[in-house]
């Protein structure tokens, strides 16, 4: 059984930083693609930024420039530095990510979601 667990949430003033992390545990062969996705009040879930596990980065238009999305392979973790916050950018953070639990058997895993609160 795969869990994702996510950290680094809470209340931060507009123009803050913020370090969310989301490690993987549980048994499994390997990890492709990680993943960060919010959900503000009333609105969809949308894809914030993601990580391939050997190409290049992709961001949302509303946060490029502001967030960055790292991982790091040899802890089965993926952050995202998020500075410059905005309110706008209030929601719950969830990780997603595509874990082979075999050499072809490959399943998308989300983390529980860690509120995000930007407000003076």
């Known amino acids: 059984q795969v ?3 996510e950290s680094g949430g809470g209340l931060v003033q507009p123009g803050g930083s913020l370090r969310l992390s989301c490690v993987a545990s549980g048994s499994f062969f ?3 693609t990680m993943g960060w996705y919010r959900q503000a009040p009333g609105k969809e879930r ?10 290049s980065t992709n961001y949302a238009d ?3 420039g502001r967030f960055t999305i790292s991982r790091d392979n040899a802890r089965n973790t993926v952050y995202l530095q998020m500075n410059s916050l905005k309110p706008d950018d209030t929601a719950v953070y969830y990780c997603k990510m595509a874990v082979y639990t075999g050499p072809l058997s490959r399943y998308d ?3 529980q979601g860690t509120q995000v ?3 003076s």
């Open 109 to 111: 895993y989300w983390g």
């Open 46 to 55: 949308e894809v914030v930024a993601v990580i391939p596990s050997g190409g």
């Open 30 to 32: 390997s990890i492709s």
């Open 62 to 64: 509303s946060v490029k």
């Open 3 to 5: 869990q994702l667990v």
């Open 117 to 119: 609160t930007v407000s």
